[in-house]
């Protein structure tokens, strides 16, 4: 039962951190549009979409009945924005006028699986790696 409660807790957890970023993208998607690759077509509109995914996957975590949908989405998600994150970290771009140095872009790249792992596992997709071995 353990397992169970820090499914839920993860749940939680995803869905305000998805929730918060959401309306963060939203407000001030310029503010992403430096890291956004250059063969990303539209990429205002791409970030605003990106904004109203972030939210919808976050509520449908929190819904049962959407719960499985709204995880592979959420993981389909982080998949795709992570050529903006190698963007980020490799051309050294300035976000708020900052460049953030690899202190912080190599555990983000390095945390990326784990963040399409969460998003799965809290939604109940996986249980790896806390599957009880077959008796």
Known sequence: MAVET???FARAVLALAYFAVGVV???SPEGFLPIMPDWV???R??????GVAEIAGAIGLLIPRLRVAAAWGLAAYAVCVFPANIKHALEGVAIGGEVLGWGYHGPRLLAQ????WGALWAGGITDWPFRRGRG
Request: zero cysteines; proline letters at 16%; charged letters at 20%.
């Open 6 to 8: 820090a499914r839920k």
């Open 25 to 27: 993208h939203l407000k």
């Open 41 to 43: 077509p539209f990429p």
């Open 45 to 50: 509109d791409v970030v605003l979409a990106t």
């Open 113 to 116: 699986p784990m963040i399409v």
